[in-house]
């Protein structure tokens, strides 16, 4: 079965600390996508990264890391020194599109709220 | 560019009403998706298409229908609104499963 667990409901830091989301996925293909999106406050869900099963790379993007571990199953992403706008909800998900199993499935979602 | 428009924004059904959600991109995209969003569940994915005249079932599809008659539409069904289907209704699409997808603003829609 594909299955994304985001065992974090809600974080809470300070403006400036570091913080760590946590996605591990289940698939037993080896080719898949794993994916990041935003939801801000505002609603509407924002596309931040898409990596792909052969490239573990960890990969970054301004103040925004992703690290990636096949051998734990996880695709892990880091906001370093957050601000307040990076306030919202966090979602991460798998596609496998080799299978049949096409379509795209998420996990809960994390809401991080950063306070000045 | 439009990107993905979901009609309507906001609706308000009484139970046993019947409604129809629409969804139309305009990215030429072949992958269509419905998710639907209650606090503490994430998206959860109701029905999808892999191209016009497809459908699949996803995670939790009872209660709804869909059709993708054209290419660039995505309709949503409730046939006999209930008030579990009460919650934030979100379209998508993307090129392929492998891609970025793109989403609606969402809708939200109350079942009383």
């Known amino acids: 079965a594909q299955k994304v667990t985001q065992a974090q409901t809600e974080i809470s830091v300070v403006e400036k600390e570091d913080v760590t989301l946590d996605c591990v996925y289940e698939?037993?293909?080896?080719?898949?996508?794993l994916f990041w999106y935003k939801q801000p406050p505002s609603g509407e869900l924002v596309f931040l990264i898409r990596?792909?099963?052969?490239?573990?790379q960890n990969e970054i993007s301004g103040r925004y890391s992703w690290n990636f571990q096949k051998s734990t199953s996880s695709f892990n992403f880091t906001i370093t020194a957050s601000q307040v706008v990076d306030s919202a909800v966090y979602f991460c998900?798998?596609?496998?599109?080799?299978?049949?199993?096409?379509?795209?499935?998420f996990g809960t979602g994390t809401r991080l709220l950063v306070s000045p | 560019n439009a990107g993905v428009t979901q009609t309507p924004k906001f609706r308000v059904l009484k139970t046993g009403q019947s409604m129809t959600l629409l969804c139309a991109q305009d990215?030429?995209?072949?992958?269509m998706y419905w998710y639907r969003q209650d606090p503490g569940m994430g998206l959860r994915l109701i029905h999808y298409?892999?191209?016009?005249?497809?459908?699949a079932k996803g995670e939790v599809p009872d209660g709804y229908n869909v059709s993708r008659l054209k290419k660039q539409n995505f309709l949503l069904g409730l046939e006999s609104a209930a008030p579990s289907q009460t919650s934030v209704y979100f379209c998508?699409?993307?090129?392929?499963?492998?891609?970025?997808?793109?989403f609606g603003q969402g809708t939200r829609l109350t079942v009383v």
């Open positions: 998508a699409s993307s090129y392929h499963t492998n891609t970025e997808a793109f």
């Open positions: 698939t037993r293909d080896t080719t898949y996508y």
């Open positions: 990596r792909n099963s052969f490239d573990e």
């Open positions: 998900a798998l596609s496998v599109p080799n299978t049949g199993f096409q379509k795209l499935v």
């Open positions: 990215m030429n995209h072949e992958y």
């Open positions: 298409s892999v191209g016009e005249g497809t459908t």
